[in-house]
């Protein structure tokens, strides 16, 4: 499969504090992107990286892409109650037109 | 960005029946896709929709359980057929526009 592993599989912090996820993927890709999902509900786009990026931020999220170990990792700073969702790596590889998701981070935070 | 409006939002079923959920589109997409969501699992895509043709379904999907419509550029429906506990899962739909998927809220089906 090329779905991609993410870890860990749940987090819990204080408010606060910054949060740190991880995704690994396995073939080459074109973008690397992160979601979040509310509740089970849908998932909204947070924010997406090229393979020929190394770091880009959006607000209080940062991701980098390290395309040599295959692996991403987005971090929240400042976390707050309403960041409580899953996360989710999605892999846009060559060659596929279609997006592979990861696994997931379940992330809790403690106000 | 896109809005897409999904219903039913939940739904309790009985085994050997079938359910239809709809996904409106805010705009014209040439694309719409259906993924399943089961249980604390990731998104596993069923099928792609294009409006006048048929949908392309994954690899472990078949047309004959979960049917696609797509009869125009802005609506689609994802029928799950003949279910059974196992097809308890969230279901949703989504559209790409500049290589971001924009989902809609998600349709929870519980089979019992």
């Known amino acids: 499969s090329q779905q991609g592993e993410e870890d860990p599989q749940a987090l819990s912090i204080q408010e606060g504090e910054n949060a740190t996820m991880n995704c690994s993927y396995k073939t080459s890709i074109n973008n690397l992107q992160w979601y979040r999902q509310n509740s089970g509900r849908g998932l909204v786009h947070l924010i997406l990286?090229?393979?020929?990026?190394r770091e880009k931020h959006s607000g209080r999220l940062r991701v980098t892409l390290d395309t040599s170990k295959k692996s991403s990792s987005l971090l929240i700073t400042a976390s707050r109650a309403a960041d409580t969702a899953s996360y989710f790596c999605a892999t846009f590889y060559f060659g596929n037109e279609k997006l592979t998701f990861g696994t997931g981070t379940r992330l809790t935070i403690i106000p | 960005s896109a809005v897409i409006s999904q219903k039913p939002s939940r739904d309790i079923c009985q085994r050997g029946t079938s359910l239809t959920i709809q996904c409106q589109v805010d705009?014209?997409?040439?694309?719409m896709f259906w993924y399943r969501q089961q249980p604390g699992q990731s998104l596993t895509l069923i099928a792609t929709?294009?409006?006048?043709?048929?949908?392309?379904?994954e690899s472990g999907f078949v047309i004959d359980k979960f049917p696609i419509s797509r009869p125009n550029l802005t609506f689609s429906t994802l029928t799950v057929s003949n279910m059974s506990p196992e097809d308890s899962s969230i279901y949703l739909c989504s559209v790409e526009r500049g290589e971001k998927l924009f989902f809609g809220s998600g349709t929870q089906l519980s089979v019992l």
């Open positions: 990286i090229r393979s020929n990026e």
């Open positions: 929709a294009n409006q006048g043709s048929e949908a392309t379904y």
């Open positions: 705009s014209q997409v040439t694309m």
